[in-house]
């Protein structure tokens, strides 16, 4: 799993815990980040497959939030993986919706 919050994108894993999401990775550098998001806080679900919205050349699931910044998902197994993740976090969220 790749993720993304502003320019730094982590390698970890993605865990549903209850109402929320939990993002932890290492980047490049060597740097530990997590990240939980309220799955209340998510404005909507979307898969791009742009070139420019990529990470590392994947397809990403697209999480923009009530408040502050997207955050961007990749699966290292593939887009049958993000579908998931992207109808799970649907499932879980009456405000959200999938797209792409």
Same mark, same amino acid.
């Given at each position: 799993?790749?993720? @993304? !919050? ?9 865990? /549903?815990?209850?109402? @929320? ?15 939980? %998001?309220? /799955?209340?806080? %998510? ?10 919205? !990529? %990470?590392? *050349? !994947?397809?990403?699931?697209? /999480? ?5 910044? @997207? ?6 197994? *593939? *887009?049958?993986?993000?579908?998931? %993740?992207?109808?799970?976090?649907? *499932?879980?969220?009456?405000?959200? @919706?999938?797209?792409?």
């Amino acid at each position: 799993m790749l993720w @993304s !919050r502003s320019d730094a994108v982590y390698a970890g894993k993605a865990v /549903l815990e209850g109402r @929320s999401l939990l993002l932890t990775g290492v980047d490049r550098r060597g740097h530990e980040a997590r990240e939980r %998001l309220q /799955l209340g806080d %998510l404005a909507e679900v979307r898969i791009v497959r742009g070139a420019h919205e !990529r %990470l590392e *050349g !994947r397809p990403v699931l697209v /999480l923009p939030m009530l408040h502050g910044p @997207s955050i961007r998902v990749a699966c290292l197994d *593939g *887009g049958g993986t993000l579908l998931e %993740l992207g109808e799970r976090l649907t *499932g879980m969220n009456k405000n959200a @919706s999938v797209g792409g």
